[in-house]
């Protein structure tokens, strides 16, 4: 059992179009008008798709706490300036970036809890 969790607590969910490189359980950013795409690598990003349907539309979460994908160990909690990895997840931001609070990272798992 949990002792401590953050799951959806201030979750924001918008629903998208899905660009061809949307997918769900990655990071996206606005691609178009109305459309959400894979993030490249350095890029910023907007929130987490969590689903992307077979006819072009996601749902994103864009704001709140979000269990997001981080295999990179520079990534620890505390208010740290994030890019995307170019792989779906999050990394921590070689120069500027913004700054997001980290509540956890977990290295075995790749995961990392943001507050978007």
Same mark, same amino acid.
């Given at each position: 059992?949990?002792?401590?969790?953050?799951?959806?607590?201030?979750?924001?969910?918008?629903?998208?179009?899905?660009?061809?490189?949307?997918?769900?359980?990655?990071?996206?950013?606005?691609? #178009? =008008?109305?459309?959400?795409? &894979?993030?490249?690598?350095?890029?910023?990003?907007?929130?987490?798709? %969590?689903? /992307?349907?077979? !006819?072009?539309?996601?749902?994103?979460?864009?704001?709140?706490?979000?269990?997001?994908?981080?295999?990179?160990?520079?990534?620890?909690?505390?208010?740290?300036?994030? #890019? =995307?990895?170019?792989?779906? &997840?999050?990394?921590?931001?070689?120069?500027?970036?913004?700054?997001? %609070?980290? /509540?956890?990272? !977990?290295?075995?798992?790749?995961?990392?809890?943001?507050?978007?």
């Amino acid at each position: 059992m949990k002792k401590v969790s953050f799951e959806e607590i201030g979750a924001v969910v918008a629903t998208f179009l899905a660009g061809e490189n949307a997918k769900k359980g990655q990071m996206v950013n606005l691609s #178009a =008008a109305n459309t959400v795409d &894979g993030c490249s690598a350095d890029g910023k990003f907007c929130g987490l798709a %969590l689903d /992307v349907t077979g !006819d072009g539309v996601a749902s994103v979460q864009v704001c709140g706490f979000a269990q997001v994908p981080c295999n990179d160990a520079g990534v620890t909690p505390g208010w740290v300036a994030l #890019a =995307a990895d170019g792989t779906g &997840g999050v990394k921590k931001a070689a120069s500027g970036g913004k700054e997001y %609070l980290v /509540v956890s990272a !977990d290295a075995d798992a790749q995961t990392a809890v943001v507050l978007l």
